[in-house]
C-alpha cells in the first residue's frame, strides 16, 4: 500500500519570504500522480498543484511549485512571495493511476505566515 | 461549472439520532469519494463509488455507517445511530479520468457533524 509522509507538523514563514514544505511517500508503482492541497480555517480542501510521475519537469502554478525527485520519492512544495492567505494546512496526497483509485493523504502541515 | 455541492454544511445532533450527509457530484464525474477528517486521524477515506458501484467500502468504520449512490448524480453517506465520536467534517469528492484534469480529485466544501 501506499504511504505519504509530511514529517514538519508545523512551519512558519516570514510575509514575502519563500518556504518549502516537504513529503515523501513509497510506491511500487511506476506511474502515479502527486498532489498539494491547501486547507485553508475554512476547512475547504483546495488544489494548489499536480504532479503527473511520468513527466519529469517539475509543476509550477504562479507563486507554487513543487522539486519531484522521483528516485526519492520526494514531493515538496516551494511557495514564494509568501502572502498572508497563504496561510493554511497542505496536504501532500498519492493517486495511482487508473479510473479506480482513491487518494491517499499525508497527516498534513500547518503553515502560518508572519506579517 | 458548479463544484462538489454537500449538504448540509453545518449539523448539531444528539447522540443516538440518524444523520444524513448528501452530496451532488460535478456533472460528469463518475467517481465518488466520502472521505472524514478528525483531529485525531487526519483525513480518512470512508468509501468510493465508480460509475455509481461501490469499489472500496473498507474505511467505513461499523454497521452504523452507510453509503448509496443511487444516480450519478446523488449520493447519501447515513450514520444511524450516530455517537459524539463521529464528530468530525465529512468532505465528499468527485473525479473523471477524462479530459484535462486527469486524475484531480475535487473537493465539496465538507458537512461539519457534531454529535452532542
Known amino acids: 500500500a501506499q504511504t505519504v509522509t509530511q514529517s514538519q507538523p508545523e512551519m512558519s514563514v516570514q510575509e514575502a519570504e519563500t518556504v518549502t514544505l516537504s513529503c515523501t511517500y513509497d510506491t511500487s508503482e511506476s506511474d502515479y500522480y502527486l498532489f498539494w492541497y491547501k486547507q485553508p480555517p475554512s476547512r475547504q480542501m483546495i488544489l494548489v498543484i499536480r504532479q503527473e510521475a511520468y513527466k519529469q519537469q517539475n509543476a509550477t502554478e504562479n507563486r507554487f511549485s513543487v522539486n519531484f525527485q522521483k528516485a526519492a520519492k520526494s514531493f515538496s512544495l516551494k511557495i514564494s512571495d509568501s502572502q498572508l492567505g497563504d496561510a493554511a494546512m497542505y496536504f501532500c496526497?498519492?493517486?495511482?493511476?487508473?479510473?479506480?483509485?482513491?487518494?491517499?493523504f499525508g497527516k498534513g502541515i500547518t503553515l502560518s505566515v508572519r506579517p | 461549472d458548479a463544484g462538489v455541492i454537500q449538504s448540509p454544511r453545518h449539523e448539531v445532533t444528539e447522540m443516538g439520532q440518524e444523520v444524513t450527509l448528501r452530496c451532488k457530484p460535478i456533472?460528469?464525474?463518475?467517481?465518488l469519494f466520502w472521505y472524514r477528517q478528525t483531529m485525531m486521524r487526519g483525513l480518512e477515506l470512508l468509501i468510493y463509488f465508480n460509475n455509481n458501484v461501490p469499489i472500496d467500502d473498507s474505511g467505513m468504520p461499523e454497521d452504523r455507517f452507510s453509503a448509496k449512490m443511487p444516480n450519478a448524480s446523488f449520493s447519501t453517506l447515513k450514520i444511524q445511530p450516530s455517537e459524539p465520536r463521529d464528530s468530525a467534517v465529512y468532505f465528499c469528492a468527485s473525479n473523471t479520468v477524462e479530459g484535462g484534469t486527469g486524475n484531480t480529485i475535487y473537493f465539496g466544501e465538507g458537512s461539519w457533524l457534531t454529535v452532542v
Open positions: 456533472s460528469g464525474h463518475n467517481s
Open positions: 496526497a498519492y493517486r495511482s493511476t487508473g479510473a479506480n483509485s482513491k487518494l491517499t
